[in-house]
Structures are given as C-alpha cells and as structure tokens.
C-alpha cells in the first residue's frame, strides 16, 4: 500500500482548523438557548451554505435581513466578525501536516469555504500553507459532495484518486471520493487519524 500513496487531501474546517458559528455568537447572546435559537432559525446551516456556493455575505444577509429586520445587526456579524468562527486550530493534526510533508508527501486541499476566507486561515496558521493546491468551494461555485469539484482539483493537482487519501469529517464527502477512486478517511480526531496514516505506511509507527 504505502508504496503507491503519494499524495493526501485534507479537508479544512473541523479537520485542520476549528469552525462553529458557535464560537462567534456565544459571545453576543445571553444565553445558550437564545443563540441556539437564532442559529436554527434565522442564520441557519441551509442559509450559510449559499455563501459555500459563492455568494458574498453582503448579498446574502440581505435577503436574511429582508424577512429578519429586526436581527439585521447579528446577521451582519456572520460576515463581520466570520474568522472568531474559526479561534483555533484543531488539537493534533498539523504535527501530522507536518511530518507528511517532511516525508514527501505532496498536500492539497478540498474545502467548502466562502470566497476570501483562505488566505486569512494561511496567515493564521502556517501548516496550511504546506497544501500545495487548494481547492475552494465558493471560487469555483462547486461544493462537495458534488463530483466535480473533486475533479477540479483532481485536474489542477495531477492527483491519481487510487494513489490519493482524502480526509473529511463529512460521511457524505468521504463517500463521494470513495466513488471516485480515492482511499478515504472519515475524521473524527488526530489520534484516529494517525493511526489510519501509520497503517498505510505515510507515517513512521510510534
């Protein structure tokens, strides 16, 4: 096996940096209830996936603010204030980044992202720079687990999917890239994770 993996994509949100909505709004609400409220009703996860798709925040709370005026000011903070979504980087895992790459390993990335968001997550955390292509949902108005956005970076990368692991915390994603020929991982934390790279000989066993 391990003498024909040559490359790995990550997934970025919840793999290699943290990201919840959450992490923004617990500070503004009173309470727990209140947030979980607004999240479930007004700036919900289907809404938020517009701007995954390209669409910029301002255009997008606007139709929100339309039949929400009186949230209008904390629908604003989703794109105000987007990066306090992500206050760190997820426990563990850009050792890993770290030692695959020094072992040769060519990195890219495959993300559901808005347009923009990236490079700040670049300058923020340094281990994201050692993906050589990322591909990013809202430039390319693709989202996984759309096919073609892996052929996208399938193209842009010279991936071969059956010499390629792909890592997602996303079930729907891993499968998608299962159908196209990738070894997959679904994530659900680094020690996992590192166990799934050593067996597949991309990691000296501990």
């Known amino acids: 096996m391990a003498d024909r993996l040559e490359a790995v994509v990550f997934d970025i949100g ?3 940096v943290q990201w919840d909505p ?3 709004y617990r500070k503004v609400f009173a309470s727990e209830a209140e947030m979980e409220a ?5 700036c919900t996860m289907e809404w938020h996936l517009e701007h ?3 669409l910029s925040f301002a255009e997008n709370a606007a139709r929100l603010k339309s039949r929400h005026p009186d949230k209008a000011g904390l629908i ?5 204030r987007y990066g306090e979504m992500v206050p760190d980087r997820v426990a563990d895992v850009a050792s890993l980044v ?4 020094a072992a040769g390993i060519a990195l890219h990335g495959l993300t559901n992202m808005p347009v923009g968001f990236f490079p700040e997550l670049c300058g923020r955390f340094p281990e994201l720079r050692r993906l050589r292509k990322t591909v990013v949902s809202g430039e390319e108005g693709l989202m996984k687990p759309d096919a ?3 052929e996208v970076l399938i193209g ?3 991936l071969t999917p059956a010499r390629t692991l792909f890592i997602d915390d996303s079930p729907r994603n891993v499968e998608a890239a299962l159908r196209l020929g990738f070894l997959g991982h679904r994530f659900t934390g680094a020690g996992e994770l590192a166990a799934e790279l050593r067996s597949l000989g991309l990691l000296r066993p501990s």
């Open 156 to 158: 842009r990368a010279g």
């Open 38 to 42: 607004f999240l479930g009703e007004v």
């Open 98 to 101: 770290e030692a695959l790459d």
């Open 52 to 54: 995954d798709r390209g």
């Open 148 to 150: 073609a956005i892996y």
């Open 22 to 24: 959450r992490h923004l």
């Open 14 to 16: 919840n793999v290699l």
């Open 76 to 80: 604003d903070l989703w794109g105000e």
